[in-house]
């Protein structure tokens, strides 16, 4: 009897309730703004590809490659990166309604701390932030979850236990 495997969706799914849980406890104890905590954040999702990647390769009883175990890990990136993406547009817009007007009046105080630009370029660089925030929002989310993604499954595919005598060419 074949052991059946489990989806790159389904650990997807479990990896982002993990990562949206941890965003929402952050979220309602006041700590959005605490920055080493945001770094934190990734440990589970980094935990969560490589631990994808080496039930895959145990599911498979070994007989894998380190390509078929990257494989499935960027697959199990791609769907978290989805869902996430979905979650980062719903948290802007509905849970934390502030956080654009909070970001914005950051990114004010920087540019007048350095003194370069003049109040009316900066009132432009803050009406184009606020305007493209949530593309540039997806944008982020996209771009660092695949490039952490693709990191977190290349040491997956790494440490994942692979049958030394496999070789699928002779299948």
Request: hydrophobic letters at 55%; a positive charge.
């Amino acid at each position: 009897m074949e052991q059946k495997i489990t989806s790159p969706a389904i650990k997807g799914v479990i990896i982002s309730l993990i990562l949206i849980l941890f965003s929402l406890v952050i979220y309602f104890l006041g700590l959005t703004e605490n920055q080493p905590l945001g770094w934190v954040s990734l440990l589970p999702y980094l935990v969560g590809i490589i631990w994808g990647c080496m039930i895959f390769a145990k599911q498979m009883n070994g007989n894998v490659t380190f390509g078929n175990v990257f494989a499935h890990g960027f697959k199990t990136t791609a769907a978290v990166t989805a869902i996430m993406v979905v979650y980062v547009v719903i948290y802007i817009k509905l849970i934390n309604t502030g956080m654009v007007n909070m970001a914005l009046d950051k990114a004010r105080q920087n540019m007048e701390s350095k003194g370069s630009l003049s109040a009316s370029q900066i009132d432009d660089a803050i009406a184009m932030t606020q305007k493209f925030f949530i593309p540039f929002a997806i944008g982020g989310q996209l771009l660092m979850n695949l490039i952490l993604g693709v990191i977190f499954s290349l040491i997956g595919a790494a440490v994942a236990k692979k049958n030394p005598d496999y070789n699928p060419i002779e299948k």
